[in-house]
């Protein structure tokens, strides 16, 4: 035993690390509690502060403190180390950081030297990108958040990374295990190429694998003149490159330390902080997450390249059993959130929706101002009062509500384990439809479970939007529009109408489906949208339309490039760089006027 494991153990005791994730009662000498590495009814799981010992008689399993972590954390040895000498306050010299007798061990230490040592080269890179460090600050990331999170940034070569990781001593084959350089045949290259890079992090706080975010040099402002071109490309490497577009995000595919399915983005440091509060928060991306974070919610995690798993939320499970998903406010985010919370549901935990505004995520109400988030996570509602209150308010009467809640709602009251809990939501729905609760269990033993049936009609419940962000936002427009016309509030709709109406374009279908947007613009601001909130929607309305318009033109150039016309393509790029000034203009004012805010 080195010395380090018994410094540890000296100062750690085994019930206060066990009871981070089991409640456990006293019993003779030693605790029970239920084992959390199986379902159980009566406690099977007994642990032995004399002896630094547990046991489950339940499912065999048994150890100390590093095995106990290495299980629950989903950890080796040497992350199980790492994870409880920080809680002691132990100081890990070299030798002490070893490896129990493991035939992957070598392997695995050579796979988290390589991920470190990227980790390193994509930030010194950042450093360097004046453009790509400009972008991240338009995006709203203080510098703190870029450090603590160690982004960085992949060049837009070929071999740059493969280059300097053989610098290092560090073997081809590695590279490519830890999937930073992509192997084709006989031809190998970085994986990741012109991206924003935002490393991943097990319980440990090790580099395991990496998301990529991809970074257009033109329509983020800048000329890529730090690009490596020098290096001339083969027509093998030609014929390696993908033909299609790039995707927006690129992840690293799943190595020997790397199980999408089972990490969680910003798991290492949310952790305390979600065992301090008593819940969790869930958002879809890297942005999403680093944003809350730099907002206060530090208890928030993000999936890594995968949609939510059982797996993801078990972990989170042993944490708490209360979790809110802040999926973005789209027809998409919306679905997955639907989906990711009736398994959350069906394995008891208490859930909630925060219903964020149409057309944005966590990042954006962020950027505009950290209350909005904290107002929108106040808001939650629990999964069923939240499509029950959907479904009720959608101005469906008769036969169609009751086909509503027959196909949106009992679905997921279908899911929840707990009989009393079920019940009330049953009492609940037999009062708004005006029936007595037996008719309600009825048509319930009826439904399947939301996870068997999928509620396809949940998302139409709460809401139907476009899918682009620039449609969203009109559609939002439009409706505060005509709802104030409605309203007659000729004093609001003198001093946004101009603005608005040259951005709306004549929509026949927006005729078919007026009451429906006067009714999301009255359900989603009420009393509370101001002249300024809606002059603000104008300019991400602006803004958005001027992206569209600069990501046509890049696909135009490449076009041209492609075809060698060299003049069309000339033109085209300096119609991106105004379109760039343009929005770098409206960004601009956009601060300034959040800073004479805060003044």
Request: charged content about 30%; some cysteine.
């Amino acid at each position: 035993m080195s010395k380090a494991v018994e410094q540890i153990k000296e100062k750690l005791n085994i019930l206060d690390i066990i009871g981070t994730y089991v409640k456990l009662v006293k019993a003779g000498s030693g605790y029970k509690g239920k084992c959390p590495f199986h379902n159980e009814k009566t406690p099977s799981f007994s642990v032995s502060p004399d002896r630094g010992f547990y046991y489950c008689f339940g499912c065999g399993a048994k150890g100390d403190i590093f095995t106990f972590v290495e299980q629950i954390e989903g950890l080796d040895f040497k992350g199980a180390l790492i994870e409880l000498a920080d809680r002691a306050g132990v100081k890990l010299f070299k030798d002490d950081v070893r490896q129990r007798e493991d035939s992957t061990s070598e392997s695995k230490d050579g796979l988290y030297e390589t991920l470190e040592i990227a980790a390193d080269y994509f930030q010194d890179n950042l450093k360097r990108r004046g453009d790509a460090l400009e972008y991240l600050k338009r995006r709203g990331l203080d510098d703190a958040s870029v450090a603590n999170w160690r982004i960085g940034f992949a060049e837009d070569s070929w071999r740059s990374l493969q280059a300097y990781l053989k610098s290092k001593k560090i073997p081809e084959k590695l590279a490519v295990d830890a999937g930073l350089v992509k192997q084709s045949d006989n031809a190998t290259y970085d994986r990741f190429r012109s991206r924003v890079m935002f490393p991943i992090f097990d319980s440990a706080g090790r580099v395991v694998g990496f998301s990529g975010r991809h970074f257009d040099a033109e329509i983020a402002g800048g000329k890529g003149a730090n690009a490596d071109k020098s290096e001339p490309v083969s027509s093998k490497e030609e014929a390696d490159k993908p033909k299609t577009e790039e995707p927006k995000y690129l992840n690293t595919p799943e190595t020997a330390v790397f199980k999408k399915s089972e990490i969680l983005y910003g798991y290492n440091r949310a952790k305390t902080i979600i065992k301090k509060y008593d819940f969790s928060i869930i958002v879809e991306g890297q942005m999403d997450l680093v944003l809350t974070h730099q907002a206060g919610y530090q208890n928030t995690v993000a999936t890594s390249g995968t949609a939510l798993t059982d797996s993801h939320l078990k972990i989170l499970n042993r944490l708490s059993k209360r979790v809110v998903f802040a999926f973005d406010g789209d027809s998409a985010g919306l679905k997955a959130a639907l989906r990711a919370a009736a398994m959350a549901v069906s394995m008891g935990m208490d859930v909630k929706i925060c219903p964020l505004p149409l057309g944005t995520d966590p990042a954006d109400l962020v950027r505009q101002n950290p209350i909005l988030l904290k107002n929108a996570v106040a808001a939650s509602k629990n999964v069923v009062d939240f499509l029950s209150d959907a479904v009720f308010s959608s101005g469906k009467k008769g036969r169609k509500l009751i086909d509503a809640v027959t196909a949106d709602i009992l679905p997921f009251v279908k899911s929840v384990p707990n009989k009393i809990e079920q019940s009330q939501y049953v009492s609940k729905l037999g009062e708004r439809l005006g029936v007595g609760q037996e008719a309600v269990y009825e048509e319930l033993a009826k439904v399947s479970s939301y996870e068997t049936s999928g509620a396809k009609n949940a998302v139409t419940a709460v809401s139907r939007e476009p899918s682009t962000r620039g449609g969203q936002l009109r559609r939002i427009l439009r409706g505060l529009v005509l709802w104030k016309e409605s309203l007659h509030d000729d004093e609001f709709l003198s001093k946004i109408k101009k603005q608005a109406d040259s951005l709306l374009k004549e929509d026949d279908d927006a005729a078919n489906i007026k009451e429906e947007l006067i009714f999301e613009a009255e359900k989603f601001y009420g009393d509370q949208i101001t002249v300024n909130e809606a002059l603000s929607l104008i300019k991400d309305l602006e803004r958005e339309m001027l992206k569209e318009d600069a990501a046509i033109l890049a696909r135009q150039l490449k076009e041209s490039e492609t075809a060698g016309d060299k003049d069309r393509a000339a033109k085209l790029l300096e119609s991106i760089h105004e379109i760039s000034r343009r929005i770098d203009k409206l960004e601009n004012k956009a601060v300034e006027s959040i800073n004479n805010k805060s003044k």
